[in-house]
């Protein structure tokens, strides 16, 4: 990996590739079950989902990102149970799920675009399932994200469920088009449905 120095701190470029350290950290021990990747982009957590036994299903709004899914797990050879092209609130799962994945999507959303997804994910859990949610929080600039989120307001959606919270910083990091590396602040959250 290229990485730059800017005032002596390491600068990585981002790599669309590798899957969220937060996912392998705590879904590494879990090998089975059935994943929705709400929202997978071009599928690093899917894939490494699926290499590592579980049975995923990804959404995604845009074609051109499925299309690289698929190209990424048929070189890895690794299967991805099913391929479907909605957004976050028209989508209607043909299952319940142990895990759904839904990783820097909800920022994109209003308020009460927001409130409806978490909702409906929420009702897509089976008992005892998990859900990992990521999000930009209002440190970083709006820039063409409509909704910045609070620190620790993901856990206000999970009253009930036993939830950790976390607020992450990045290191400077180097975006795909951009000159200048820039910091990110993110929260993310895993919670558990009850049983």
């Not at 990804?58 to 048929?74: F, M, T």
């Not at 409806?116 to 999000?135: F, H, N, T």
Request: glycine share 6%.
């Amino acid at each position: 990996m290229k990485e730059w120095q800017t005032n002596q701190i390491m600068t990585k470029k981002f790599d669309d590739s590798q899957p969220s350290r937060h996912i392998i950290e705590n879904f590494s021990r879990t090998k089975s079950g059935y994943v929705l990747d709400l929202g997978c982009g071009k599928g690093k957590n899917a894939i490494w989902l699926a290499k590592n036994g579980w049975k995923v299903d990804v959404v995604d709004p845009k074609q051109k990102w499925l299309g690289i899914v698929k190209e990424r797990s048929a070189e890895a050879n690794i299967e991805i149970q099913s391929f479907v092209q909605s957004d976050i609130q028209s989508f209607v799962p043909d299952k319940q799920y142990d895990l759904i994945v839904c990783a820097m999507v909800l920022h994109f959303l209003s308020p009460d675009q927001i409130t409806d997804a978490i909702e409906k994910m929420q009702s897509w859990i089976k008992p005892d399932g998990q859900i990992y949610i990521s999000v930009m929080t209002d440190d970083n600039p709006v820039g063409h994200r409509p909704t910045l989120f609070k620190k620790g307001q993901l856990r206000d959606y999970f009253n009930g469920w036993e939830a950790n919270n976390f607020h992450i910083t990045t290191d400077p990091l180097l975006m795909p088009g951009n000159t200048e590396p820039e910091i990110y602040y993110f929260d993310f959250i895993i919670a558990r449905k009850p049983s």
